[in-house]
């Protein structure tokens, strides 16, 4: 079992995404996910009760599930990017996910999940699985 505090569920179709969690594998205590795995499927209902298509970020040691902007600027805190930077990324969220999603051609827009949420019981209960799936190595699907 991996050593992983928190684990981040991306868009594995993305490849620009798939990159951006790549990258983030420098954070030692964090692994990522695609969104597609079954893993990831699970952790997402047991969560919220449905699996909204979302860059999620959940960390089991601060019982903290942050989804969609707010993940985004967690993730640039993490990664010790200044906070205008983590505050530019969090505001202009969808503008940024909408032009990468232009570019790299892929289609599906975000669901409009956004913010902090408790670290649910029954996600609790399947964040073993979900660590377990987080490899050490994203691969970019298609």
């Not at 790549?22 to 990522?32: E, I, K, N």
């Not at 964040?127 to 298609?142: C, I, M, P, Y």
Request: contains cysteine; aromatic residues 8%; hydrophobic residues 40%.
């Amino acid at each position: 079992m991996s050593d992983y505090d928190a684990v981040l569920v991306f868009d594995g179709d993305c490849p620009f995404c798939s990159a951006a969690a790549s990258a983030l594998r420098r954070l030692r205590d964090v692994g990522a996910i695609s969104w597609e795995d079954d893993a990831a499927q699970t952790f997402l209902r047991a969560q919220f009760g449905e699996t909204p298509f979302a860059l999620v970020l959940a960390d089991r040691r601060t019982g903290t599930v942050y989804v969609g902007r707010e993940a985004a600027r967690e993730l640039c805190d993490r990664a010790g990017m200044p906070t205008l930077v983590q505050d530019i990324v969090g505001e202009n969220y969808e503008s940024v996910a909408d032009a990468i999603r232009t570019v790299t051609g892929v289609d599906g827009d975000p669901d409009p999940y956004h913010g902090t949420y408790p670290l649910a019981e029954n996600a609790d209960a399947a964040f073993d699985e979900l660590v377990a799936n987080a490899g050490h190595t994203v691969k970019v699907r298609g």
